[in-house]
């Protein structure tokens, strides 16, 4: 019953945001019947600067371009790629109040000091286990699953240089805080830097930082999702900011509780996380990003604490394989490690290795070890067509591939690119320790390996298709229902997202 009702609900949702962009648009233009609207062509236009010294090729809505000297100019090599917005020349007039649609977005300004604009990202999964998805013991996870995994509404007000954001979320992330992803006040009134004050979602990992929509598969890794949610993750009471150049990024936020009725130690925690990254190579056909990110949190109303993390894959919701107990006596958390990211030309290597360290007090009388839970991925990643994905120095990450608008009649196919990830989370620490009265003083949580391929399809800068393919094999978990003795599957998942 409650799988149907969310796949009532993510219906409802994708067909509520088409009518509210259609109706909206058209409401305004029946106010203003006399506004002429205008639609740019690439008619008479040449290519922009930035493709200067390049081989171009106008696709009637906007250009590639290659390197000179390729024989055939083609999606398969191009390198840089402009798609024209369709939107940006309608325009409508009320009286003071100017009414524009770039990229889609519905936008009001008034007096070209205050902006208020109105956007969506919305991300549907559709996936199950295939095979004997082996198992000793545990219930069986075997019938298709689907549910809108994000669906976020974004109001945004900009008065000069500060902007209010307020984001609400009908999707099924699979923790509590689920309605409120932002409710946020930014300043950016200095160069190249933000200050950020409200819940609000810090950046501290590589992959964090790239946000939901930019990821290359449908979940992040296993120990970047733990690592963010010590003192991170979505809609987490924050002040702090961050500052770019061409060369390095650098971001530090002082965090408190998460939105929601979170318990034990999340509940009124002090913690914070930081981010420094550089960028000491920079070719036409090579970037080289390395960095080191951090968190550490202090014990809110208890000194209870536990993990656990999914198949990187969020079909089955709270059904992890690996996890750990309730971890009692815990003072502090704190994780640290490097990243390190490397293109070459269409090729992308990422890596990052996190290790999370747990400081503990007494338990019942008696010493309880330090406890130390590694984990770390590394991913690559090829652009078969397509610009290739570039770095951004604002988020210090690599963006999505770019490719012309969907037009098989002309042979406009969008971007393709192909990914392949290796992850490892371990949740064992001490699982040997025992007290003289016979209890658990270590944590026999598991260990869990993801190896993950899969295709992400952009027929558009607003459409992302995906389709992945996760192998996992995870140690048995003493206190998981769901892997008693040690599980192996496999497992094919599939995204379709928009956003505007």
Known sequence: MRQDYYGYKSIFAFILIGTAVTGLSDS?????????????????????SSMDGLQTVDTGQGWYACEEGVKACSLWNTVKVVNIDPYQDIKYQIGKLAVTFPKGRPTFSLNDELVISLGGMFQYDVGAFVGTNARDRGPSMDSIRSHLRRGRFIVSAKY???VVTVTPDLGTSGVQN?????????????????IDIGLLQPRVTMEDSEGSNLMEFVERPMVVDLVRNIAAANARLSFGGS??????????????PRYGPFQNFQRNQVGGVFRLAGR???????????????????????RKYSMNTGQEAQIWLQRPYIKTSSIDGVDSIWSIGPQVAFRYKRVLFMSEYYSIHMHRS??????????????WYVSANYTLFGQPRIYEAQRGVFITPIG?????????????????????MDLNSHKTRYSDSGKLLGVHGGQQTVWSTGFNWYPSSQVKVMLDYNHIQASSALKSDYNPRGRSSNLIISRLQYNF
């Open 160 to 162: 000069k240089g500060f």
């Open 28 to 48: 305004v233009r029946a106010a203003t019947p006399q506004t002429n609207i205008v639609h740019s062509t690439v008619n008479g236009m040449g290519p922009p």
């Open 178 to 194: 689920d309605s409120l992803f932002e409710a946020s006040l930014r300043y950016q009134g200095f160069r190249h830097t933000s």
């Open 362 to 375: 007494a338990v019942n009388g008696e010493n309880a070890p330090n406890l130390n839970f590694p984990g």
């Open 404 to 424: 012309p608008t969907l037009n098989p009649a002309a042979g406009y196919w969008g971007a393709l690119e192909w990914s392949s990830r290796w992850s490892v």
């Open 280 to 302: 000491p190579v920079i070719t036409k056909d090579i970037d080289l990003h390395v960095g080191v990110s951090g968190s550490m949190a202090f014990h809110g109303d208890n």
């Open 243 to 256: 500052h770019w150049e061409k060369r390095y990024i650098v971001a530090a936020y002082v965090t408190g």
